[in-house]
């Protein structure tokens, strides 16, 4: 079957550094994609990774490592604002998107 | 990147009824998605609606409960049919777009069946 783990929930403080990891086994890969989702509202896109590496968006990266089936987003200089859900979300072999349960972000002060 | 507006934003239905969430682009899209999401869980596809076919349901979704229309490209709707509570959920249409195929959605109807 196909699967995506991610930690459920995290807790960080305000102006530090964390670190959300997302592994996958999937029938084939097409592109692994993060979304920030805050409560009651929306996901919004984050960050598109497809080939090994990092890939840098302001206070956001994200990593990907195919061969380990490993991503992880980053955030950097964390603000209360950034306190939502986080959800990983790959896209297999058939196209279709796999996603994660997300992990819910806390952000104390 | 696309906008997306849905209606109604929310509705509190009686059980037994049906309800019609409209989904709204403000550009020509190929691919248009629904989705439910129950609370504090992750997102889970109904359905795949393209114009001019028939949407293409994913496994434990029914045509029969829940009728899909795509009539154009900046348009859909997402019926829920014969509602129970365990249909209390919210429901988010959502479009690809861009070279990447990351989805934009849309702000989502919170559906309460009693």
């Known amino acids: 079957g196909q699967n995506i783990d991610q930690p459920t929930e995290m807790t960080a403080t305000e102006g530090a550094i964390v670190q959300i990891n997302c592994t996958y086994q999937?029938?084939?890969?097409?592109?692994l994609f993060w979304y920030q989702q805050h409560a009651g509202e929306a996901p919004t896109f984050l960050s598109y990774?497809?080939l090994d590496g990092l890939e840098e968006k302001g206070r956001f990266s994200s990593f990907l490592s195919r061969s380990k089936g490993y991503s992880y987003l980053l955030l950097k200089e964390l603000q209360m604002k950034d306190s939502a859900s986080y959800l990983c979300?790959?896209?297999?072999?058939?196209?279709?998107?796999?996603w994660g349960a997300g992990t819910k972000l806390i952000i104390k002060p | 990147s696309a906008v997306i507006s849905q209606k109604p934003s929310r509705d509190i239905c009686q059980r037994g009824t049906s309800l019609t969430i409209q989904c709204q682009v403000d550009?020509?899209?190929?691919?248009m998605f629904w989705y439910r999401q129950q609370p504090g869980q992750s997102l889970t596809l109904i359905a795949t609606?393209?114009?001019?076919?028939?949407?293409?349901?994913e496994s434990g979704f029914v045509i029969d409960k829940f009728p899909i229309s795509r009539p154009n490209l900046t348009f859909s709707t997402l019926t829920v049919s014969n509602m129970s509570p365990e249909d209390s959920s919210i429901y988010l249409c959502?479009?690809?777009?861009?070279?990447?195929?990351?989805?934009?959605f849309g702000p989502g109807t919170r559906l309460t069946v009693t």
């Open positions: 959502s479009v690809e777009e861009g070279d990447r195929g990351e989805q934009y």
């Open positions: 550009s020509q899209v190929t691919m």
């Open positions: 609606a393209n114009q001019g076919s028939e949407a293409t349901y």
């Open positions: 999937t029938s084939g890969f097409n592109g």
């Open positions: 990774n497809v």
């Open positions: 979300a790959v896209r297999d072999s058939n196209y279709q998107l796999i």
